[in-house]
């Protein structure tokens, strides 16, 4: 599975060197388990500025609370990348460009908005008001399946882009550690995710739940006649 997503093969001397795109996928989504988990009943799990926007399009969260859950995301993500070159040093965090996100050569900057899309698109479903109602499992497994989400977009896109799905998480560490290449890619990782999110919470919102509404009501006509 990892050779088909691009994962490069170590040597048997570096066969424990690092953790691999296997590795790296889990820790993302198993991270974004505990996050959702812990900051659900506080903000709703709002850390990530694409989620937010899609919620804020499908009018589930005000502009003014979805102004101040990104500035909060975007801050966080530079205090964050921040702390991270204070822990690994000058010379590793250079050598592993201080985990900025860049597009690899000949690759389609396409990724990264299919990888919030399936990642929005997973997040309306786990929160859905009336799933939530009829199935009383789902908002307990809705963390668990967020973060699958995001293990299966990093398993895709880590060859392709290291993968962003996340425009503060982009643009923390291409701040803090001020590349070229890495802010002049900056576009790819704030413009991809945002058209994602846009088009998944559309399809979402007005063609299935609508879908979904016109049958039901179109169910409860013929039950009266």
């Known amino acids: 599975m990892a050779t088909v997503m691009g994962h490069k093969r170590q040597s048997e001397e570096a066969a424990c060197s690092s953790a691999g795109v296997l590795g790296i996928a889990w820790a993302f989504g198993g991270m974004i388990v505990v996050l959702v988990y812990c900051t659900a009943g506080i903000s709703g799990g709002h850390i990530n500025p694409a989620v937010t926007f899609a919620l804020l399009l499908a009018r589930k969260v005000s502009l003014p609370r979805a102004a101040l859950y990104m500035a909060a995301q975007y801050l966080g993500a530079i205090c964050g990348a921040a702390l991270v070159r204070a822990v690994h040093g000058t010379r590793h965090y250079e050598l592993y460009g201080g985990g900025a996100n860049e597009l690899a050569p000949g690759f389609s900057p396409v990724a990264e908005a299919l990888g919030t899309a399936v990642l929005v698109y997973t997040v309306f479903s786990a929160t859905d008001p009336k799933r939530m109602a009829r199935d009383s499992q789902v908002p307990v497994l809705a963390p668990l399946l967020i973060g699958f989400a995001v293990l299966m977009a990093h398993l895709v896109t880590i060859p392709v882009t290291g ?55 179109s169910k409860l006509g013929r039950q009266e006649n």
């Open 163 to 217: 993968t962003g799905i996340n425009p503060a998480r982009s643009l923390g560490p291409a701040v803090v550690y001020n590349g070229g290449k890495a802010l002049d890619e900056q576009w790819i990782f704030s413009v991809g995710p945002f058209v994602g999110v846009a088009v998944t919470m559309a399809y979402h919102q007005y063609v299935l739940r609508d879908g979904a509404a016109k049958s039901s009501r």
